[in-house]
């Protein structure tokens, strides 16, 4: 079965730091693109961070320069290492992989709760 389980969500205060965990089974991920998405209630689901399976990193201009995506191929781990926390960053944060090609496919995780106040 293919599983992606988020961790490491909670409450911090603005500018304090968190890391989030991936932990994918069932696929091989490092040919997968992997991905972080937010989600925040009444809002629109909003691509944070992807890295691309030759290494190739995007981040979207809201977290750039604050979060960090990284992959522990060997123990199929994902992290998303966010930095300057702010309100604004309070949000569910989901962990996806996205297959290219035919078929196209894409997995899930079940999301992480951040909350960013003082």
């Known amino acids: 079965q293919v599983q992606l389980v988020e961790s490491g969500g909670g409450l911090v205060q603005p500018g304090e730091s968190l890391t989030l965990s991936c932990k994918v089974s069932g696929i091989r991920f490092d040919l997968y693109v992997m991905k972080w998405y937010r989600q925040a209630p009444g809002k629109q689901r909003e691509l944070v961070a992807m890295i691309t399976p030759g290494g190739n990193i995007m981040y979207a201009d809201s977290v750039k320069g604050r979060f960090t995506i990284s992959r522990e191929i060997a123990n199929y781990i994902v992290y998303l290492q966010m930095n300057s926390l702010k309100p604004e960053d309070t949000s569910v944060y989901y962990c996806?992989?996205?297959?290219?090609?035919?078929?196209?496919?894409?997995?899930w995780g079940q999301g992480t709760q951040i909350t960013v106040s003082s």
């Open positions: 996806n992989a996205h297959l290219r090609g035919t078929p196209p496919l894409d997995f």
